[in-house]
């Protein structure tokens, strides 16, 4: 049962808007006086991609099984019932929730390291 990481769809990275400026330079010039330009659509880009490197990271400190469980949990959109019967009655409902529960705090700790 290998879980399959799921790439990002890089459509969803792209947040530009009308009001995105395209560069810093431009960003400046808009920015009324004495106040913080906004953030320019290159800048936004790269610590979206910074944040996809950390949670990757995050993502390879978890063992296997709670890859699985994760992707198919929050991904796949499958109760706990029905993970815990993919593993034939070796694993209860409440232990699947404690797997999910201890990958989600490995992910927590190691994404507030890192960022």
Do not use: C
Not at 64 to 80: K, R, T
């Amino acid at each position: 049962m290998g879980a399959e990481v799921l790439a990002p769809d890089p459509t969803m990275l792209d947040v530009r808007s009308d009001s995105t400026p395209d560069s810093q330079l431009e960003a400046l010039m808009r920015a009324p006086p004495f106040e913080e330009p906004q953030e320019s659509f290159p800048e936004i880009h790269d610590r979206r991609e910074n944040v996809l490197k950390y949670v990757d990271d995050a993502w390879d400190l978890l063992d296997p099984i709670e890859q699985e469980i994760i992707d198919a949990y929050f991904f796949e959109h499958v109760s706990l019932r029905k993970i815990a019967a993919r593993y034939e009655g070796r694993f209860g409902k409440t232990w699947i929730a404690h797997l999910r529960d201890q990958a989600l705090a490995k992910m927590r700790v190691r994404l507030e390291e890192t960022m």
